[in-house]
């Protein structure tokens, strides 16, 4: 019996050593694995918060490419969440409304808009009579600019203001830039800027839509498209039908054109017969000046003035020559100038002396 004792007790001696010496092992290799990949006993006790939170933690994953990628949309929901909860309240141009149909639109008609605010962006001086002889009487508070620049110093001192006619080209800013600053100001990011323009090129046109302009109105301007455009973006509705009193026409000019732009105003109309003559009765001795000084950009720019201006009083022969000698300008197309020239030069004669005898 002892020796069976012995015996029992010197096995359970040897197990006891080799337990112990398995855990020892064991024990090496968890302290070596620490080690090597410290991160890999942290996944675990940081598996709860990351639920929680929704932002993976580093090293919770042993996928080092997954995880930054699941960060990365986590941090651009968070950013655009934050951006949205950061941004203050401001006015949404409301979608464009259907056009209602109407009959012929005079002066009167634009009295339903009354109590609008209106800012016109334009240098030229006829330009503005005639957007002031349609809307003068009709209650809309006009407020002018004579160049980009102007106007947005008007439209950051008066937040009353809804609709910008912008002139494509002025001095000091033009139009696109100042549209382009005014879709950068988050404060005035909300305004219907509508493009006014003689220049119909489809580069200029792309242009003034990339600068951020949502419509866009022809030079000459027409009575009925700038009551269409106040009507789609002016929360009135209120159908007015009026006709339009008919005038006998002249070879080239277009008398009865020219009275319904100004929206049937025949003293305003006379008014800017009067303007026209005194700043371009001289058009063609200029013009031989500047060519002779050999200053094109100058020339294109008094015939654009031309085409929009003598389009406005219903000379529309002339408004197509000067846009035609403009482009042969801008084309350098030597062999069609001197023709254009003078197919110019004759034409602007012919309708400086109807509007004199209009007038007298």
């Known amino acids: 019996m002892d020796g069976v004792n012995q015996l029992l007790t010197t096995y359970a001696s040897e197990a006891i050593a080799i337990i112990a010496g398995v ?7 968890i302290l070596k694995q620490k080690k090597d990949h410290p991160e890999d006993l942290v996944v675990h006790e940081q598996t709860n918060v990351s639920k929680t939170r929704h932002s993976p933690q580093a090293g919770q994953t042993k996928n080092p490419v997954k995880s930054e990628e699941v960060e990365k949309e986590s941090l651009d929901i968070e950013t ?4 949205k909860t950061s941004q203050p309240s401001q006015m949404i141009i409301p979608k464009r ?16 808009f ?5 800012l016109i962006a334009e240098d030229n001086i006829i330009n503005q ?18 160049n980009g620049q102007e106007a947005l110093d008007i439209l950051k001192n008066d937040k009353d203001i809804y609709i910008v006619l912008m002139d494509a080209h002025m001095p000091i800013i033009d139009g696109f830039e100042a549209t382009e600053r005014i879709r950068a100001d988050k404060t005035l990011d909300h305004l219907l800027v509508v493009a006014l323009s003689g220049d119909t090129a489809v580069d200029d046109i792309r242009k003034m839509k990339n600068a951020g302009m949502q419509e ?5 301007l027409k009575v009925e498209k700038l009551y269409d455009i106040l009507y789609c973006y002016i929360d009135v509705i209120n159908d007015q039908e009026s006709t339009l009193p008919s005038v006998d026409e002249k070879t080239l000019l277009h008398i009865d054109e020219g009275i319904e732009i100004c929206g049937g105003d025949v ?7 009067s303007e026209c003559l005194s700043m371009y009765q001289d058009a063609n001795q200029n ?14 720019k008094l015939l654009l003035d031309i085409s929009g201006v003598s389009a406005n009083i219903g000379a529309d022969t002339l408004a197509q020559i000067a846009t035609k000698f403009r482009e042969v300008l801008n084309h350098d197309t030597k062999d069609q100038f001197f023709g254009t020239e003078e197919e110019f030069t004759n034409t602007l004669s012919t309708i400086i002396k109807e509007i004199e005898s209009y007038l007298h």
């Open 23 to 29: 855990l020892i092992l064991l024990l090496i290799v």
């Open 80 to 83: 655009i969440e934050s951006v």
């Open 97 to 112: 409304r259907d056009l209602a149909l109407h009959g012929a639109i005079t002066k009167d008609s634009f009295k339903m």
């Open 114 to 118: 009354a109590g609008s605010k209106l």
């Open 129 to 146: 009579k005639v957007i002031n002889g349609m809307l003068g009487d009709s209650g809309i508070n006009i407020i002018m600019a004579d």
């Open 216 to 220: 866009y109105l022809e030079k000459p």
């Open 267 to 273: 003293e305003l109309y006379k008014e800017i017969l």
């Open 287 to 300: 013009i031989k000046l500047l060519m002779l000084k050999e200053d094109t950009d100058a020339i294109k």
